[in-house]
């Protein structure tokens, strides 16, 4: 079992930054593929970035291209989302995710492993 505890969520000005996240325990997530999911009221859960395990893969949703950047620390066990120039439209709660599939996997079919519990991002105009 793996149990997932993602941090670092909060409110923030529009332009802002913020930088999330996500601690594994129970077992190591080195050879787990990793991803961010957010989901907004009223709306769907969307994939927003994943990574390999290995880190050289990485894949992002088109509407955070450029802004996001996701990377993992093995040897801590924890993955991070840095959030730069945050937009309202990113007010969400973000969920961290883990699974034994591939990047491509992940993508197309958005089924993971384990989840954490999430962790509130809302950014004001």
């Known amino acids: 079992q793996v149990q997932l505890v993602e941090s670092g969520g909060g409110l923030v000005q529009a332009g802002g930054s913020l930088r999330l996240s996500c601690a594994a325990s129970g077992r190591t997530v080195r050879s787990y593929a990793m991803a961010w999911f957010r989901q907004a009221p009223g709306k769907e859960r969307e994939l927003v970035a994943a990574i390999s395990s290995s880190g050289g893969i990485t894949y992002y949703l088109d509407s955070v291209k450029g802004r996001f950047t996701i990377s993992r620390d093995n040897a801590k066990n924890t993955v991070y989302l840095q959030m730069n120039s945050l937009k309202p439209e990113d007010t969400a709660v973000y969920y961290c995710?883990?699974?034994?599939?591939?990047?491509?996997?992940?993508?197309?079919?958005?089924?993971?492993?384990?989840w954490g519990k999430g962790t509130q991002v809302t950014v004001s105009l």
């Open positions: 995710a883990a699974s034994g599939s591939t990047i491509r996997t992940i993508v197309v079919h958005k089924a993971m492993d384990y």
